[in-house]
């Protein structure tokens, strides 16, 4: 229990951010690969939906159109849900800041594993079903709670990023420093990010072939073990703050103001970004 609060709770390491991080981006794999098999689209792939929105503009294609831009609206929502809920527990001095919008994610992925089924037939306004939207809200929801407690150091549910940094280390690495160039001239590859890096691909690759295998021979029901750990996860922080959830409950029902806000916490020094790119 206190090692599942570390892991998600107000103060951040290095250490603390690289194992959710890590989890997180198995999770993003599974729930984008795996609801490609079911809805057609890769629910994160934002930059994909963006380019489906100009292109189909221009041929006219206003359903798909509509589509790209439910989506894009699905997933911004979701990592503005999360800066609400990141803003309110700070505001409340609470210590599950981060574990408030993994519950809500936890909750939803939940309820998608049990019911989503039905929400391929439910019909929205962006001429796309309400899993599409439901998936695009999960992982704005957690693209931007990694965003925020490792203060934009890692991303978890797309990889463009990730890639282009590993790549980068991996040309320091190879770069040849001639014989004789200064110690503090010759380029080196920061070894702990490479680490980093390396593993957030392969956890999202591996988590993207279990999700496929999952939804193609269990179905929806594959999600509820993964909505389970993020249950798992967010649920000592809140645990531990439950006296100060129950002191916020009754000052808004009081009309009273709440405690002056925590400043954003900041990381320990081995979690700070290291020098050069």
Known sequence: MRRLRHLTGHHRTAASNRALGLLLAF??????AGGFLVVHHYTSHMTGFLSSLADNLVLGQM???L???GALWAFMSGAGTTAIMVNWARHHRLRSAFALPLLLEAVLMLLFGLLGAITLSWPTPFAVPMTVLLLSFIMGLQNATVSKMSSSQIRTTHMTGVVTDLGIEVGKMLYWNRTGTAPESQVRANQARLRLFAGLLAMFLVGGIAGAAGFKYV??????PLALVLLALSLPPLWADRGRLRLARNQRQDGHAPLAPHPAPPLDPAAKPPAGR
């Open 27 to 32: 999770n993003a794999g599974a729930v984008n």
């Open 63 to 65: 359903k798909l159109v």
């Open 67 to 69: 589509g790209a831009i």
């Open 219 to 224: 179905g929806f029901v594959f999600v509820v």
